[in-house]
Every structure is written in C-alpha cells, then in structure tokens.
C-alpha cells in the first residue's frame, strides 16, 4: 500500500521544500494540499467537524504554488490536491496551472477536486451554493476541452472556449471519459457525488475512510453501469489517522493507497510525527 500525506501547509508551518525533501528521503508516496483562498469572519457556515473552526484554515498556502516548490526539489514524490475547490476557479486559467504543474512535475500530479463546505467563501467567488456541483462538472468538461490533443471548443452551462491552440498537456494520456491528470473526487458518499466520479474522474477521495465497507460496493456498481473499467476504479482514503488495524482493512477492500493527516506544526512536531508513519511505508 502506497501511504501518502496531508497538511495544512501555512505561514506558520515548516516550508514545502523541507517537507517534499524529507516525504521522498523517507520513501512516503505523496504529498497532497488543501485549499481554502480565504476565510471570512462573518459567516454562518459551521465547521463540518464541529467546533471552533481550527486556526490553519485561514492561513493555507496556496497549493499550487506550495507544490510547484515541492516538485521542484525531488524526483519520485507524488503530488496532489485534497482538495481544489474547483467551483472557485476560473477554468482556463485553472487548467493551464494543473497542466503545467503535472508536465513539470513529469507527470507526478494528482487532481483532488471538490465542492466545499464554507458558503461564504463560495460566495465571495460568485458560486451559487445550490449549483457548485454542477458548475464544478462544467468546469472540469471546459478543463479536457483544454488539454484535448487537438483544439476543441467547449459551449456548457456556466462556460465556453473556443477551439485553441493550449499546450503544455497533462502528461497522462485520456483514458475512457478521463482527460487530464490522475483526478479524483472528493466528498461524502451519495448517489450525485458517485455519478460524478463514474462520469468524469479516476476515483474517490473520502475524508476519513468511514463507512467504506457500505459505500464501496454501491460506486462500484454506479461505476460498472457506466460501462468504466472495474480494475481502473481507484479509492483513496485521505485526512486518515493511521492505526495498524485501520490499514489492513483498507487492505482487504483493495485500496491501494492512503493520506495520512499530520499536524498543521512546526517542524519539528511534523518531523516527530513523520517518523512515527514511517513504520507503515
């Protein structure tokens, strides 16, 4: 099993550089940022996990450039999104940071996308609340329309382009409905996110990896009735706080791959905490 992490990279944390050096000098398989491009104060918008929403939130780099750095200095580390907020980007312009981040990373990146939770923060965006999902999926339609090998016009709901001359590519080639990088969805299990998955995506990206003995069979029937590749389907737990007996059962539903959560901390706590997951590498 390939144990990737995440974390809330900030302005308060060590630096990607350090991190991206120390993940591939221990043998960790990747590297995967979240995004939030601001948090405002006066929002009604709870923290899905309850509480005081935590400090880091407000303060993440952005992870296009933190992985930028972090490609930069190794050679073999995975390195993804957990996740883009797509519904907040411009598509052309968000198309053309994925496709240059995953050509000079060799091919290294993977698209962790999803809706979000935080309505305000949407909203300062111009995203309506009740069609993010569907103006997500225009987006990501617009976003292969870009990296298509030959120039292709795209005319959707929420967006266009016109057939162009867009380059570089994404290093991996299309694979059924899949145009682009390594993409996988992120979200709460339910009928709208699985078809999203089988309509456009590698695979599914769930926080946590609760209740993945009920949920599994389920995207994997919505992903074989629209005629996808059973063996191409790929799970990915993310945000996981490891223990031996979570990971074997991971083992056993045949996911190859998971994000393990560290610390938003300073060096040396996240240093402290990496060797303690080095024992699953």
Do not use: C
Not at 145 to 158: H, Q, S, V
């Amino acid at each position: 099993m390939r144990i990737a992490v995440t974390i809330f990279l900030t302005d308060e944390t060590l630096a990607p550089v350090r991190l991206a050096r120390e993940l591939e000098q221990r043998g960790f398989a990747g590297l995967y940022l979240p995004e939030h491009t601001h948090i405002p104060v006066e929002r009604t918008t709870p923290y899905p996990a309850g509480g005081e929403l935590p400090r880091e939130y407000g303060r993440t780099l952005d992870p296009f450039v933190a992985l930028g750095q972090a490609a930069a200095v190794t050679e073999r580390l995975g390195l993804g999104t957990g996740i883009t907020l797509i519904a907040q980007h411009d598509p052309i312009g968000l198309g053309k940071q994925i496709a240059t981040l995953d050509h000079l990373s060799g091919g290294r990146f993977t698209l962790g996308l999803g809706f979000g939770w935080n309505v305000e923060e949407a909203a300062d965006h111009g995203v309506k609340w009740r069609t993010r999902r569907e103006l997500g999926r225009d987006r990501m339609a617009l976003m292969r329309a870009l990296w298509a090998e030959e120039p292709t016009a795209y005319d959707g709901e929420f967006g266009s382009v016109r057939a162009s001359h867009a380059h570089p590519k994404p290093t991996q080639k299309p694979r059924g409905p899949v145009v682009g990088p390594r993409t996988l969805v992120g979200g709460a299990a339910g009928p709208k996110l699985f078809a999203h998955i089988a309509e456009y995506a590698d695979g599914w990206l769930p926080i946590g990896g609760r209740g993945l003995s009920e949920s599994l069979p389920v995207l994997r029937s919505v992903w074989a009735d629209a005629g996808r590749d059973p063996a191409a389907l790929q799970v990915v737990p993310y945000a996981v706080l490891p223990t031996p007996g979570k990971l074997e059962h991971y083992a056993e539903l045949g996911i190859e791959e998971v994000v393990l959560q560290l610390p938003p901390a300073d060096e040396t706590e996240v240093l402290r905490v990496l060797d303690e997951y080095a024992e699953y590498v």
